[in-house]
């Protein structure tokens, strides 16, 4: 069973940067895909970004040129570098490990998540 742990969230001032880390439990190289997902209050859990295991990367629309996802095989670590942070970007931020076919298909197990707060 692969346990994933977010780590690095915070608070920050608008257009700072934060770098989000997910530490896997075991070798993750063997999953297709990870991903980072956010949830703000009130509201559904959105997929922010992915990476597959050749190191391709996706991302939504809202975070496209500020987010940048990478992956550690070696270190059984995925990054999440969010550059000109804004107050939509408040949420709590959560890991995931899945597949990837055109369309994300997320994995059942999840981390419990880093709270990212950014001030206006």
């Known amino acids: 069973q692969v346990q994933l742990v977010e780590s690095g969230g915070g608070l920050v001032q608008a257009g700072g940067s934060l770098r989000l880390s997910c530490a896997a439990s075991?070798?993750?190289?063997?999953?297709?895909?990870m991903a980072w997902y956010r949830q703000a209050p009130g509201k559904q859990r959105d997929l922010v970004a992915i990476v597959t295991s050749g190191g391709n990367s996706n991302y939504a629309g809202s975070v496209k040129g500020r987010f940048t996802i990478s992956r550690d095989n070696a270190n059984n670590t995925v990054y999440l570098h969010m550059n000109n942070l804004k107050a939509e970007d408040t949420a709590v931020y959560y890991c995931?490990?899945?597949?990837?076919?055109?369309?994300?298909?997320?994995?059942?197990?999840w981390g419990l998540g880093t709270q990212v707060t950014v001030s206006s």
């Open positions: 075991r070798n993750i190289f063997s999953f297709n895909t």
């Open positions: 995931n490990a899945g597949a990837w076919g055109g369309n994300y298909y997320p994995g059942k197990i």
